[in-house]
């Protein structure tokens, strides 16, 4: 079969996806290791056998739910083209505005120490070090095959802007910070959307967080006071349910200025707040 073919069989197989003529040009140009222009101009490219079988297997497995970003082995985040493998959470729109709200608060400037807990791919840190490359940037990962595709993407994007730490949360971390981010796992374990799209092959470990999703939230607002220098920010992913209590969880503890954000849904999903 010629890059036409191949197309168009891949087209019929994904016809109840979304976005499934789109995911067969990526999926092709993944097995073929081109471009998709390259294949528009192509068309009648025969690819040896072997590709031919790797883009129709990439195309059943998709037919079946698994993450395209996983299949194709990358996600773009902040313009920011990052690898993903299974270890990983794939990267989400909706945690761009982490990064907006991240940006917001440094000065062009600053030339702060800044940290993001929980780095997964890395997305959150390397979006900040590309934005503000006077900072010096650390993210901590608990997870080592995760740790490993954060400092992979790290070379690739920003080689040395960002020092990646492994361990839980704020462990591995010394000294104050001006700015503590974090998208951390935030779903209920009986959440019925994790039966659902992506979430059936992400990592259980980046999703969920206890009974209710707010283990991780109340660990990290808790441990990041003494970390913070006075006047410093902690912000933080949530559920769209969640805002409520996080801006009362932050209260309690005595943070200042407590905020939280809407999405593009307007739905509520980054708080933050500073320490006195």
Request: overall charge negative; glycine content about 10%.
């Amino acid at each position: 079969m010629n890059v036409k073919e191949l197309l168009a069989r891949g087209r019929a197989q994904l016809e109840n996806q979304t976005q499934g003529r789109l995911e067969a040009e990526i999926l092709l140009g993944e097995a073929l290791g081109v471009s998709r222009a390259w294949l528009y101009a192509n068309p009648e490219q025969s690819p040896a056998s072997k590709h031919c079988s790797r883009f129709l297997d990439l195309v059943g497995r998709r037919k079946h739910g698994e993450p395209i970003a996983y299949l194709a082995g990358y996600r773009e985040f902040w313009s920011l083209p990052l690898k993903v493998t299974a270890d990983v959470l794939i990267p989400r729109p909706e945690t761009e505005l982490l990064v907006e709200t991240a940006l917001a608060f440094i000065p062009e400037d600053a030339a702060w120490r800044i940290a993001d807990l929980g780095t997964g791919s890395g997305a959150i840190a390397l979006a900040i070090a590309s934005e503000r490359p006077l900072c010096e940037i650390h993210a901590t990962e608990y997870s080592e095959a995760a740790l490993r595709v954060a400092q992979e993407n790290g070379q690739a994007i920003t080689p040395g802007k960002v020092q990646f730490h492994l361990g839980s949360w704020l462990t591995p971390l010394e000294g104050k910070f001006q700015l503590l981010v974090s998208n951390p796992p935030y779903i209920a374990s009986d959440d019925p959307h994790l039966q659902h799209g992506d979430c059936r092959f992400e990592p259980g470990e980046a999703l969920t967080s206890g009974p209710d999703g707010m283990t991780a939230i109340r660990h990290i607002a808790s441990a990041s006071l003494r970390y913070l220098e006075h006047g410093g920010m902690l912000a933080f992913e949530h559920g769209y349910g969640q805002g409520k209590e996080v801006r009362q969880l932050l209260v309690d503890l005595g943070y200042q200025d407590v905020l939280t954000r809407k999405d593009l849904e307007n739905r509520e999903r980054v708080t933050s707040g500073a320490r006195k």
